[in-house]
């Protein structure tokens, strides 16, 4: 589920998963 939203949140709260996407993606 967080890759999932990791990628939709990522436009929504760029920065509350800065962090996140860059270590998911």
Not at 9 to 24: G, H, I, T, Y
């Amino acid at each position: 589920a967080a890759k999932e939203n990791g990628c939709k949140s990522n436009m929504e709260s760029p920065v509350q998963l800065s962090p996140l996407s860059l270590s998911v993606a």
